[in-house]
């Protein structure tokens, strides 16, 4: 029986502002508790909200990257209820008319690409923080958090299972970093996401009952989660039992969900308009401020790099999966101009030729030993140890063969191993590891004659049709060259004189 699960995210993303939604408080992380709350954030009487505009402004951002409707008119709602972190007793957010309507994310899995429908965005503000350790007995409340914007990002229930869940996650994680609206740091809780999980018969079109699973802090425990929670559901129904709408956490220690609150004992948040406010007006003029400072998105860099240099869909979508690996590619290409260009052939030609003729290798380097480097260190590119400059100087070695595949990886491993503050001149360290390969026609077709002469045998065998003999002399001839001589002209040198 094939079983289909699916998902729908909430993420609350925190936006990057300097101070609070509504009040002058900083938003700055880790300072001692309580030092960043201002009388509106700690609600003493007779204080009022005042809306931040920076917070507007990166909504709008947000609802622009999406191709989503700004509303023109949208309203603070007060969500209430009592928690000792949420001082006011209700929080400031948006129910019925929220900023961001519709728009959509594409995400790109290694079998194509699928779109992902936003149902809506809307500003809400953060509650404080309970401490429960430190206290015998007694919680502490830290209200510096409290008031931090957030902007609730909420999709259609479009994902299919675990890997699409993430592959979104990580898709929006990185299009609010690209756009400076959030600086998705998840472990100071900067980007969080809940997921909304049923399952259903294939073919079956009405959804089944979810569960929402809260505490998903890194993208790993989200797909765990996700995976562990499919399968207890579909246990359940297996076993002629039925879903109970709630709220579960996901333990990571234990790899499991576990409930925190049934759906029956959901409270009535007796939502209504925030008296204290006036709506949220958004001009069109005001839309259009925002667009023209807006960054090229992801989207359109990669179907420029699929049209400059044929990177394949793929390519181009894990070139631009963030920001920083953007960046960098398109600082190695700039740089590669810099390196010898004649020895590259590319004297007199600019960025988009360089791009042409360099830019699909250069992509793939990328991707292959920078990526697989980065991996294994489990580090992200903004900490690669090769910079970008130094990168396309090694391709650039590459592409003038002055050294091999083999010996550009080792240069790459050399270069990463060098103490962080340490000046890296490349061509140095290819004399001084003697890593450049033979390329000097007159210095190989020396080896050759040589390996020619002491060999008799296998130039009779191969003068007789035996293909065999022909690698025993590419053999010779590298082992005599101590494996730096240029393969392909080996190759080439010895044909030649074979037949000669
Ligand atoms: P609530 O306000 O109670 O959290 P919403 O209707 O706003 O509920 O839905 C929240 C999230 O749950 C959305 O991302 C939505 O796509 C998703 N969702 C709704 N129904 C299902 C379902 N049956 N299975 C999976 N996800 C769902
Ligand atoms: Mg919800």
Not at 13 to 37: H, R
Not at 473 to 497: C, D, F, H, I, T
Request: proline content about 4%; hydrophobic content about 40%.
């Amino acid at each position: 029986m094939a079983w289909e699960i699916v998902v729908g995210i909430e993420t609350h993303a925190q936006l990057a502002t300097k101070s609070k939604i509504f009040s002058g408080a900083s938003t700055a992380f880790g300072a001692p508790p309580n030092t960043q709350a201002s009388a509106v954030d700690i609600a003493l009487p007779g204080v009022l909200p005042v809306l931040n505009g920076r917070v507007v402004e990166l909504a709008i951002r947000f609802g622009l990257a999406i191709g989503a409707t700004i509303a023109p008119r949208s309203v603070f709602a007060r969500k209430n209820y009592f928690y000792p972190d949420l001082p006011k007793g209700y929080q400031i957010s948006q129910y019925e008319l929220p900023v961001v309507q519709g728009g959509s994310l594409d995400i790109v899995l290694p079998e194509g690409a699928k779109t992902i429908r936003i149902t809506r965005a809307h500003l809400e503000e953060d509650a404080g923080k309970s401490l429960h350790e430190d206290f015998h007995g007694m919680s502490g409340i830290d209200l510096n958090r409290a008031g931090t914007p957030l902007l609730e990002i909420v999709t259609e229930p479009d994902l299919r299972g675990a890997k699409e869940a993430v592959a979104y996650a990580r898709a929006l994680h990185a299009l609010v970093r690209w756009i400076e609206i959030c600086d998705g740091n998840m472990q100071e809780g900067s980007f969080r996401c809940d997921a909304n999980v049923s399952v259903r018969k294939a073919g079956d079109d009405r959804l089944g009952t979810r569960c929402e699973i809260k505490n998903l802090n890194s993208f790993r425990f989200m797909e765990k989660a996700i995976e562990f929670e499919a399968r207890r559901q579909i246990g359940v129904l297996e076993d002629g039992g039925s879903i109970v709408q709630e709220t579960r956490l996901y333990d990571p220690d234990r790899d499991e969900t576990r409930s925190m609150r049934s759906k029956e004992d959901a409270q009535d948040y007796r939502y209504f308009p925030d008296p204290d406010l006036l709506p949220l007006v958004i001009s069109e003029a005001e839309i259009e401020r925002v667009r023209a400072g807006m960054p090229e998105l992801p989207a359109a860099k990669s179907e420029r790099f699929i049209a400059e240099f044929g990177a394949t869909s793929y390519e181009a979508s894990l070139l631009t999966a963030t920001k920083a690996t953007s960046d960098f590619f398109e600082e190695c290409l700039a740089r590669l101009l810099e390196i010898n260009p004649a020895r590259l052939g590319m004297t007199g030609t600019g960025l988009a030729d360089a791009k042409r003729m360099y830019g699909s290798a250069l992509g793939k380097g990328i991707l292959n030993l920078l990526a697989a480097q980065l991996n294994r260190d489990g580090i992200e590119i903004e900490q690669s140890r090769v910079l970008p400059k130094d990168f396309a100087h090694i391709h650039a070695r590459l592409i003038d063969q002055t050294l091999s595949a083999k010996a550009a990886q080792e240069l790459f491993r050399v270069v990463w191993d060098m103490p962080p503050a340490a000046t890296v001149d490349i061509d140095f360290i290819i004399q001084e590891k003697n890593l450049g390969q033979i390329s000097d026609l007159g210095a190989i077709e020396r080896i050759v004659d040589e390996v020619l002469a002491g060999n008799a045998k296998q130039v009779e065998d191969y003068r007789a049709g035996k293909d065999k003999a022909f690698n025993s002399l590419v053999g010779q001839v590298m082992k005599q060259s101590k494996g730096k001589a240029n393969p392909a002209q080996v190759n080439e040198v010895l044909r030649r004189k074979l037949k000669g």
